[in-house]
């Protein structure tokens, strides 16, 4: 395992409910990322944090919303997704800054919106 | 902004044979390239990483990956493929100016025994 813990793996929801996705690192880390993965195509970066500050949204719709408490969890909470919203969303960390860091990744959340 | 390119969908081999899976990337300075795999159910894995220095890279499970600053690519390789090593591969880069990591679209990697 890599350390970085996601919940639920699986997520059916509706267009008009309310979920929440979760992510825990148990690596020191102070840089948190969640990304969305669709078939055949390259992962897309959605939001960043360092030290639990937001540092980057890469024009994702409002019906994403991400939280960061502490810089060892983050959430993304979902509300009246559309279902092009169905892919994996995956969750990394790794050490904050402009080094050549790694990220590691936790398993994923596979969300089909109906 | 730096972005990567995989070119092939995906790539088969026998194993034993040789493998080669290509990346090319672009970046306005000095890179950062990755490799990742990633298995069924799982998340991206980290291979190996360039930062400077040699062009030929060693990473884990027998991988290595050859940077060719002229060619700007980052081809990944195994002397001699495995059934297991059948999965989805990713490229990635970071200019060393900024804090994104831009990935490839992946790779489909089957090894048939």
């Known amino acids: 395992e890599t350390g970085v813990t996601q919940t639920p793996r699986h997520l059916v929801m509706g267009m008009t409910n309310k979920k929440s996705l979760k992510c825990e690192q148990h690596l020191g880390h102070n840089a948190m990322y969640w990304y969305k993965q669709s078939a055949k195509k390259p992962l897309e970066l959605m939001f960043v944090?360092?030290?639990?500050?937001?540092?980057e949204n890469n024009s994702v719709p409002s019906r994403f919303s991400p939280e960061c408490p502490n810089s060892s969890h983050l959430f993304l909470h979902l509300h009246t997704l559309q279902p092009e919203d169905s892919a994996l969303y995956l969750c990394?960390?790794?050490?904050?800054?402009?080094?050549?860091?790694?990220?590691?990744f936790g398993p994923g959340t596979r969300l089909t919106v109906t | 902004a730096q972005s990567v390119a995989q070119p092939e969908d995906q790539v088969n081999v026998a194993e034993g044979n040789p493998l080669t899976v290509k990346c090319t990337y672009s970046v306005s300075g000095n890179p950062y390239l990755f490799w990742y795999v990633q298995y069924p159910n799982r998340g991206l894995q980290f291979l190996l990483k360039?930062?400077?220095?040699?062009?030929l890279v060693k990473g884990s499970y027998g991988f290595e990956a050859e940077f060719n600053k002229s060619q700007t690519s980052f081809h990944l390789k195994k002397p001699s493929a495995l059934v297991s090593d059948s999965a989805l591969y990713f490229c990635a880069v970071r200019d060393l100016n900024n804090n994104d990591m831009r990935f490839g679209a992946g790779t489909r990697l089957t090894v048939k025994p």
């Open positions: 990394a960390s790794s050490q904050p800054g402009q080094g050549a860091y790694e990220q590691y």
């Open positions: 944090y360092n030290f639990k500050e937001q540092t």
């Open positions: 360039y930062i400077t220095g040699d062009n």
